[in-house]
């Protein structure tokens, strides 16, 4: 889509009512009505058929504020995103760092690697040497092995998926048997461990050891996505704050769990927008950049010449199809929403609007600080704790901005002082256009 005609449909997007905002949202993406109306929650929330069907002692639901990140350009295309979270900052803060990006082309995106990973535990092995025979006996019967193990899946091996390899690795005192399995457009964790405890009984016979605990693992390695963005020409001061909070990152894991963090402030957003496994994707990732023996930042960036380069890699075992994603119509509605029609497509996105989270936060802190952009939003916030009114809200938010220029702070009870004055008529000034 034209540079242009993306920001005129984005332009004013944040101050259009709610009822406008949907229209808008099916303008960009066409979505019918139903999936429109799945967004607001109602369909779900009417009743706890859902939850019941979800959940051991259902009660209800938390409704968790839902809104779209603009200006996401990833392969090229347009990608409207979903991002389900509770925190003020984050949605403004990536479409502030897409809109940043979208003239120099945006993010583009790659996938590595298909297979999740299935372990059967066999512990007790008395030496290395015995241990190394029983990976051997496993190698020498891998043939069999997967023929086995693609008939407890037979439903996804008819799919064109199923396990692939198998292999053993030797651990101190135990073997661990890793069952490489292409769950094609599933997380697949339910497909992984009933493969494995359905394999259990043919290792031990081919071992001749008694196996232990049998699940998948979070740490899918084998199965990655890349991301990378590109920005042109880039002021040195704002490039060089961004770098040497990044070179920060990897000298000190205090800063890189907080750099990793905010990573997965979006990727966690958009995971449980659309019904995914964000609990999963948070243990792959923390492993995944600890896998060297020092917890290290996913993302890199660095300069090339007057070009600011970002990457991020991470394990992405995500679903498009199956759990929640087929059961929930609003998560049903924001996968149709990203365009995602697999599961690597859906990983890509979610490492695109990673890279793109992680400089928004690199850029602030490497030029005006954090507090500045988060309060500045945290004003609408304060501005409901202290009371205000619909017509109210308006002027006290713009009021509890100036305060934020001049204190560089703001509190409750900043908004609750100037909220009186208001009502008693010190304050008489209209709300701001853009906030009408």
Sequence with gaps: MNESVVTSLWNGFSRLTYRRRAARIAELTGLDQTSIEALSGRPVTADVSLAESCVENAVGYLAVPMGVAAYMLIDGRDVVVPMAVEETSIIAAASSAAKFFYPHGGVTTRTEGVLSIGQIQIPRMPSPEYSLRVVEAIAANQGFLLAYANEVVSSLAARGGGARHIEGRVLPEMVVVHVYVDTCDAMGANLI???????????????????????????????????????????????????????????????????????????????????????????????????????????????????????????TAVGTVGGVTKIHPTAQACLKMLGAQTASELGRICAAVGLIQNFAALRALGTVGIVKGHMNLHARNLAVLAGANQEEQPVLVEKLREELLHKKRLTLTQAQTILSEIRNGSIREEAPLEAK
Excluded at 195 to 217: M, N, R
Excluded at 233 to 243: P, W
Excluded at 265 to 287: K, S
Aim: negative net charge; aromatic residues 6%.
């Design 193 to 315: 461990n009933q493969l494995c405890e359905g394999l259990k009984p043919v290792i031990e016979d081919v071992t001749g050891e008694e196996a232990g605990v049998c699940i998948l693992s979070n740490l899918t390695d084998t199965r990655m996505s890349y991301a990378t963005a590109r920005a042109r020409q880039v002021d040195r001061r704002l490039a060089g704050g961004v770098v040497n909070a990044y070179e920060f990152a990897t000298q000190d894991p205090y800063r890189a769990a907080t750099h990793n963090k905010g990573i997965l402030n979006a990727i966690d957003a958009v995971l449980l927008a659309t019904g995914n496994d964000w609990r999963a994707m948070e243990a792959g990732a923390h492993a995944y950049a600890s896998l060297t023996g020092r917890y290290r930042p996913l993302s890199r960036w660095r300069m090339e010449g007057d070009d600011l380069v970002g990457e991020i890699r991470l394990p």
